[in-house]
């Protein structure tokens, strides 16, 4: 297996990459969206709102959890979760200067 050279990149960088790989999963993704729309820390919605099992959409929040995309709080026997909003706002801001740094040529290959 090879090695990842991550040392050889921004710190930025490897952040992003990190982010983005845990955004890269069309259930990650329908979570967050659930997430945004309840407006609210979500508890046990999940499994109902998206037909997965429980342990899928525990293994999928544990990797968004860790990329920092989403905060947990405890409450009783369940983990609510939600957005983390300084995690979200410093990933928007990256893609946003990211996107905007291609200015576009028209003769391009």
Known sequence: MGITKTEIFSEEQNRMAVMLKAIAHPARIAIL???????????????????????????????????????????????????????????QSHLNNFFSSYKGQADCC
């Open 33 to 91: 969206q659930q997430i945004i729309k309840a407006n609210a820390c979500i508890c046990g919605d999940l499994v109902d709102e998206l037909g997965l099992a429980q342990a899928t959409i525990s293994q999928h929040l544990k990797e968004l959890k860790n990329a920092g995309l989403i905060q947990g709080t405890i409450e009783g026997v369940s983990v609510c979760y939600c957005i983390n909003p300084t995690v979200w706002k410093d990933l």
